[in-house]
């Protein structure tokens, strides 16, 4: 979608969508939507998500971009950014009498490697029970599909 906008790849503005469990086990995307361009220092929003007339209580989760290296997920004062939307989707899902204990959110993001080393896309993914210890640490979660891995 950003290449065919003439855009920067992950680089240009947050995009973030809803993931959904289909009956056949199988996951689908929601609608995507697109935040404002990145400002200084790769901050963005996408705002709310779309369930696109899907149950809520089928979400297991939702992916979204963030700028260049930024993999950690978002805070904001007052209970916003990544961190107030996973605990709200956690809600919403456990309400709908879905699985709230299992949501995720995925952050997908360009690598900042070494100048010999070629950068590339990657996702890592967070959920209530780690977000803050990983956030707290600075640290990044685990890499989701490094090397072929089963995505967890």
Same mark, same amino acid.
């Given at each position: 979608? /950003?290449?065919?906008?003439?855009?920067?790849? $992950?680089?240009?503005?947050?995009? @973030?969508?809803?993931?959904?469990?289909?009956?056949?086990?199988?996951?689908? $995307? %929601?609608?995507?939507?697109?935040?404002?361009?990145?400002?200084? @220092?790769?901050? @963005?929003?996408?705002?709310?998500?779309?369930?696109?007339?899907?149950?809520?209580?089928? *979400?297991?989760?939702? &992916?979204?971009?963030?700028?260049? %290296?930024?993999?950690?997920?978002?805070?904001?004062?007052?209970?916003?950014?990544?961190?107030?939307?996973?605990?709200?989707? &956690?809600?919403? &899902?456990?309400?709908?009498?879905?699985?709230?204990?299992?949501?995720?959110?995925?952050?997908?993001?360009?690598?900042?490697?070494? /100048?010999? &080393?070629?950068?590339?896309?990657?996702?890592?993914?967070?959920?209530?029970?780690?977000?803050?210890?990983? *956030?707290? /640490?600075?640290?990044?979660? *685990?890499?989701?599909?490094?090397?072929?891995?089963?995505?967890?």
């Amino acid at each position: 979608m /950003a290449a065919l906008q003439g855009e920067d790849g $992950l680089n240009y503005r947050e995009r @973030g969508a809803y993931l959904f469990l289909n009956p056949d086990g199988t996951v689908s $995307l %929601g609608p995507v939507k697109e935040g404002d361009p990145f400002v200084s @220092g790769g901050v @963005g929003s996408t705002g709310d998500l779309s369930y696109g007339g899907r149950d809520p209580a089928m *979400i297991i989760g939702s &992916v979204h971009t963030h700028s260049v %290296g930024n993999f950690l997920p978002s805070t904001a004062p007052n209970g916003g950014g990544d961190r107030g939307h996973l605990h709200s989707m &956690v809600a919403t &899902v456990s309400a709908a009498g879905g699985n709230g204990a299992d949501v995720r959110i995925y952050i997908a993001a360009q690598t900042t490697p070494p /100048a010999d &080393v070629d950068a590339y896309n990657a996702i890592h993914y967070y959920d209530a029970d780690t977000i803050e210890g990983d *956030i707290q /640490a600075n640290q990044p979660s *685990i890499e989701v599909d490094p090397n072929g891995q089963a995505c967890p």
